[in-house]
């Protein structure tokens, strides 16, 4: 069963994902409008198994997130799929380098989002 | 004797300084020149401080501006978004009604061929039978009606997709908002150089967190994508590449 923890500052962008999760038949999820919220919410919630992070957010960043998260031996396993309007390599390499599972560059289309859902999971 | 040196010690003095007088009658008309100069420049000078320090003081108002249309556009686009959900639940519940309805109908079907099965054989009821079961023919159409629903629903799920613009544009007008600060911060800087500006006055507000992506587009080509996919594909081939030789 997976529980889902859909971080952005963005409550349209939040929304987007969420609705989208549902359309492929996922129905538990959290939300996070920063990094910082997203390890209170891991913190405090151990079903959490799916992490998808943005990544220009205020406070914490998502690729701060993201090696926060590989940095906790608790955590370190949680797949994480990165859904940024970053599109360029740089920045794909560098996501990748902090161990993030997968990458969606917006405006993403909910075959996208399917594909890469699938993908994390058959891999883990 | 004394008082004789002393009187040529002063006319080499006086010599002296007529040189120097000399030397500065030369100067005269350049120093004349340069305030000339200085008099024209230094109302031009009052004038680019005062106008860097208009263009200051409507900074932060453009700033807000911009603040206040992010704000608008993510209120308006959660109010599409929320349209588009209950549509989107009242198209759900509407189709459930229609699938119990078209449940129901198969079901009368059913009953009404081993009504049919059971009567005797008799042209009047024969007749009625055919008739009914022209009506029943409406079916197809309500099976049409339940596609066309489950398009409307994909449509307005394909609506909300297309909101994440509203992410988009406001990563870029965030990204201006910053360019903004630095042009202000670099207006005060000058300013400063000037003359002796009042910063008090000046609402110094840049914009510190970078929770925005200037090169943020609202592209729907998938080239980008494949581009990421390349990228991952190649790391993740990489990795297993060094997993193998570790295990050769």
């Known amino acids: 069963m997976l529980k889902f923890l859909v971080v952005d500052d963005s409550i349209t962008m939040r929304r987007i994902v969420l609705n989208s999760l549902k359309n492929l038949g996922y129905n538990d999820f959290v939300e996070a409008n920063d990094g910082k919220e997203a390890i209170e919410k891991l913190s405090g919630d151990a079903q959490i198994n799916f992490i998808i992070t943005d990544w220009n957010m205020p406070v914490v960043s998502g690729l701060e997130l993201v090696k926060a998260i590989r940095g906790s031996e608790k955590l370190s396993k949680i797949p994480i799929l990165m859904v940024t309007t970053r599109g360029i390599k740089e920045d794909i390499m560098e996501a990748l380098q902090a161990k993030v599972n997968n990458y969606i560059i917006k405006p993403f289309t909910p075959a996208v989002l399917k594909e890469k859902i699938e993908q994390i999971l058959s891999t883990n | ?248």
């Open chain 2, 1 to 248: 004797m004394k008082t004789f040196e002393n009187m040529n010690q002063l006319f080499s003095k006086l010599d002296e300084l007529k040189i120097v007088f000399g030397k500065g009658i030369k100067l005269i008309p350049i120093i004349q020149s340069l305030i000339d100069f200085m008099k024209e420049i230094v109302p031009l000078i009052n004038n680019l401080t005062q106008s860097i320090e208009e263009s200051n003081s409507k900074i932060p108002k453009a700033t807000n501006q911009i603040t206040k249309v992010t704000e608008a556009t993510e209120l308006a686009t959660t109010e599409i978004l929320d349209i588009v959900d209950k549509m989107s639940a009242d198209i759900s519940d509407t189709a459930e009604m229609l699938k119990k309805v078209m449940e129901r109908d198969k079901k009368k079907s059913e009953i009404l061929q081993k009504i049919k099965a059971a009567i005797p054989a008799d042209s009047k009821i024969e007749e009625l039978f055919n008739e009914y079961e022209k009506l029943e023919k409406n079916k197809i159409a309500l099976n049409t009606i339940g596609e066309s629903l489950q398009k409307i629903k994909a449509d307005a799920y394909n609506i909300t997709m297309s909101l994440q613009v509203q992410d988009i544009t406001s990563q870029q007008l965030a990204a201006v908002k910053h360019l903004i600060g630095s042009v202000q911060m670099k207006l005060v800087s000058l300013n400063n150089n000037l003359i002796e500006a009042n910063l008090d006055n000046i609402e110094l507000k840049l914009t510190s967190e970078h929770s925005f992506d200037a090169n943020a587009d609202y592209t729907k080509s998938p080239e980008r994508q494949e581009m990421a996919d390349s990228i991952i594909t190649s790391h993740n081939s990489t990795s297993q590449t060094e997993v193998d030789k570790l295990f050769s």
